[in-house]
């Protein structure tokens, strides 16, 4: 009896790994990816909940901004992380609005606070990072995952026979 290993079965099982754990370190602030997830409907209807933004690295100049949807972390807040459309410059600080929102935000942004410019957005991926923010996701997650490995497993010594 021979144990062959399907390539594609290895390759899959480790691009899921991979990909779990990278949201896990991100959901848990231990990695900053150049990405984002929104989490909110104030970008309707340009981004929507779980859409993963992609991010270049913000440049020098405020005023270049103008327009731009942006990720940034609230003033007084760092953990907290925002994606709104700058409306407005006034000398070196900011003005935000979520587009969805009927208001701009009440507070002002300086470059400091912006993590990056969005430049590309992955629809609806996201939603998988959310659901480890949870808590519960993160779990019923990790247990998928098992759930997944065991089938491969059990497929691969029906095959096997």
Request: aromatic share 6%.
């Amino acid at each position: 009896m021979s144990s062959k290993i399907d390539p594609a079965t290895v390759f899959t099982t480790a691009i899921l790994i991979v990909l779990i754990a990278v949201l896990i370190l991100s959901a848990a602030h231990i990695l900053t990816p150049p990405w984002a997830v929104v989490g909110s409907y104030s970008m309707v209807p340009t981004l929507e909940i779980g859409d993963i933004v992609v991010l270049a690295q913000p440049p020098h100049c405020v005023s270049c901004l103008l327009g731009k949807v942006i990720v940034y972390s609230m003033p007084g807040m760092p953990w907290y992380e925002i994606v709104h459309r700058v409306i407005k410059v006034e000398g070196q600080y900011m003005r935000t609005k979520g587009d969805a929102n009927p208001i701009p935000d009440a507070w002002r942004i300086t470059l400091q606070n912006v993590r990056g410019v969005v430049i590309f957005v992955i629809p609806h991926i996201g939603l998988i990072a959310l659901a480890v923010k949870s808590g519960v996701g993160g779990i019923v997650l990790c247990i998928l995952g098992l759930l997944y490995m065991a089938v491969l497993y059990v497929i691969s010594k029906i095959v096997d026979k």
